[in-house]
């Protein structure tokens, strides 16, 4: 039995970024990049009016009010065609590029057209009102950085420099099986003895919340020659998931065939609950995480091992949950010798943040799991916390309202 460190250490050295391919810029959305974007042209490419008013020239401005003539309108999309000289204004619409002779912008609101000409009420500095090319983006400015995670202003910006694809990291696909002999599909009506087969679909969701795509193997029955049949349809994928069959089970087959067929057994078992009895290695290659049965330590064991090791493989930078201080809400007991993993609910009471166990801690408890935004992290040598002591918690909810909530 190894450590929960010694554990993600040996798993993310057999991890690196997948390859790249090229995506509608539309498909990249949360994607990690694998390229720099430089801007091609300067955005915008030619001084226009941030507003809908009057070109002038601003010594025209300074004594006012001011009555100008009007020597012709430019929607916006259309050039000029004549110089704004002294005593002239031309009517200029918001994106318009600024005609020649023009240094300032007077909005419409602070004018009175009259006929032919308009009279300017309220002044303005020189240069107001006009956005000067490459305000926004320089030609030959790096834009984007390789391994940036793409936001929707991302995709705006690509959209912006004429970029219709970009280059991501791959998404791996994820084999996922769960095993036993007492497992029925989630359609099947489970008689006495049976259990829905759950693992499968929150694995899959945690898979697809990381950015990378489950491919579901279904079940694989308590026999030996029905798992290695599955096995061997996983290695089309690049990471291989099952759940259950890693215990000390006369029927808990994973693990010996983990090292019969595969390539390496890294370790079996970790210093953690809920999760000790994990699995991991490869078969043919293909890395394989054997996590145990129960739902909670499948999805904790996770949380804790596969999802870093994808983000890895996605190209993310970071690849691990944002941990906090709290205050523990109720008191929780443990013997030494294992880092315990309990679920809670994180709030913002009083310029703090405060952990409330979400009830009971066993790991078929997948109820508690539900209620659970964050996981108290209870390190190994200790046994005992308080009500009111601190706790580190393990996020499970990487939203940026955390950081509005406070800083403590």
Same mark, same amino acid.
């Given at each position: 039995?190894?450590?929960?460190?010694?554990?993600?250490?040996?798993?993310?050295?057999?991890?690196?970024?997948?390859?790249?391919?090229?995506?509608?810029?539309?498909?990249?959305?949360?994607?990690?990049?694998?390229?720099?974007?430089?801007?091609?042209?300067?955005?915008?490419?030619?001084?226009?009016?941030?507003?809908?008013?009057?070109?002038?020239?601003?010594?025209?401005?300074?004594?006012?009010?001011?009555?100008?003539?009007?020597?012709?309108?430019?929607? #916006? $999309?259309?050039?000029? =065609? /004549?110089?704004?000289?002294?005593?002239?204004?031309?009517? !200029?619409?918001?994106? %318009?590029? *600024?005609?020649?002779?023009?240094?300032?912008?007077?909005?419409?609101?602070?004018?009175?057209?009259?006929?032919?000409?308009?009279?300017?009420?309220?002044?303005?500095?020189?240069?107001?009102?006009?956005?000067? #090319? $490459?305000?926004?983006? =320089? /030609?030959?400015?790096?834009?984007?950085?390789?391994?940036? !995670?793409?936001?929707? %202003?991302? *995709?705006?910006?690509?959209?912006?420099?004429?970029?219709?694809?970009?280059?991501?990291?791959?998404?791996?696909?994820?084999?996922?099986?769960?095993?036993?002999?007492?497992?029925?599909?989630?359609?099947?009506?489970? $008689?006495?003895?049976?259990?829905?087969?759950?693992?499968?679909?929150?694995?899959?969701?945690?898979?697809?919340?990381?950015?990378?795509?489950?491919?579901?193997?279904?079940?694989?029955?308590?026999?030996?020659?029905?798992?290695?049949?599955?096995?061997?349809?996983?290695?089309?994928?690049?990471?291989?998931?099952?759940?259950?069959?890693?215990?000390?089970?006369?029927?808990?087959?994973?693990?010996?065939?983990?090292?019969?067929?595969?390539?390496?057994?890294?370790?079996?078992?970790?210093?953690?609950?809920?999760?000790?009895?994990?699995?991991?290695?490869?078969?043919?290659?293909?890395?394989?995480?054997?996590?145990?049965?129960?739902?909670?330590?499948?999805?904790?064991?996770?949380?804790?091992?596969?999802?870093?090791?994808?983000?890895?493989?996605?190209?993310?930078?970071?690849?691990?949950?944002?941990?906090?201080?709290?205050?523990?809400?109720?008191?929780?007991?443990?013997?030494?010798?294992?880092?315990?993993?309990?679920?809670?609910?994180?709030?913002?009471?009083?310029?703090?943040?405060?952990?409330?166990?979400?009830?009971?801690?066993?790991?078929?408890?997948?109820?508690?799991?539900?209620?659970?935004?964050?996981?108290?992290?209870?390190?190994?040598?200790?046994?005992?916390?308080?009500?009111?002591?601190?706790?580190?918690?393990?996020?499970?909810?990487?939203?940026?309202?955390?950081?509005?909530?406070?800083?403590?």
């Amino acid at each position: 039995m190894i450590s929960v460190e010694k554990a993600l250490k040996t798993i993310l050295v057999h991890f690196r970024p997948l390859g790249l391919e090229t995506v509608n810029i539309l498909e990249a959305r949360a994607r990690i990049i694998g390229e720099n974007i430089v801007a091609p042209r300067n955005i915008p490419s030619a001084a226009n009016s941030a507003m809908d008013g009057y070109a002038v020239c601003h010594a025209d401005v300074k004594n006012l009010p001011a009555t100008l003539k009007i020597i012709e309108d430019i929607p #916006a $999309g259309k050039i000029a =065609r /004549k110089k704004v000289n002294r005593g002239e204004a031309a009517r !200029i619409m918001t994106g %318009a590029v *600024i005609p020649r002779g023009a240094d300032t912008v007077i909005r419409q609101e602070d004018t009175q057209k009259d006929g032919k000409t308009v009279i300017i009420f309220a002044g303005a500095k020189k240069g107001d009102n006009i956005r000067l #090319a $490459g305000e926004d983006v =320089r /030609k030959g400015e790096k834009v984007i950085r390789k391994g940036d !995670i793409l936001r929707p %202003a991302h *995709i705006g910006m690509l959209a912006a420099l004429g970029r219709t694809s970009v280059s991501v990291y791959r998404k791996p696909r994820v084999a996922i099986l769960s095993t036993g002999d007492e497992l029925v599909d989630i359609k099947t009506n489970p $008689g006495p003895g049976k259990i829905v087969n759950s693992n499968s679909y929150s694995l899959a969701a945690q898979v697809m919340e990381c950015g990378a795509a489950p491919v579901m193997l279904g079940i694989a029955r308590d026999k030996r020659s029905d798992l290695e049949k599955k096995f061997r349809q996983a290695l089309r994928a690049d990471v291989i998931i099952s759940s259950g069959g890693v215990s000390v089970g006369d029927f808990d087959f994973v693990k010996n065939i983990m090292g019969e067929i595969g390539n390496a057994m890294h370790f079996w078992q970790v210093a953690m609950r809920p999760g000790k009895p994990l699995a991991f290695g490869a078969i043919e290659g293909v890395p394989l995480f054997g996590l145990p049965g129960n739902p909670v330590s499948a999805m904790v064991s996770f949380e804790q091992f596969v999802r870093p090791a994808l983000l890895k493989m996605l190209g993310h930078k970071k690849i691990f949950r944002q941990t906090i201080r709290a205050v523990c809400a109720d008191t929780f007991e443990k013997k030494a010798g294992f880092r315990h993993f309990i679920r809670a609910v994180v709030r913002a009471e009083n310029g703090r943040y405060v952990a409330t166990i979400t009830g009971d801690q066993g790991s078929g408890i997948l109820k508690s799991m539900v209620a659970a935004n964050g996981l108290i992290v209870m390190e190994e040598d200790r046994t005992r916390i308080k009500k009111g002591e601190p706790v580190t918690v393990q996020l499970l909810d990487d939203s940026p309202s955390w950081s509005e909530f406070l800083r403590l």
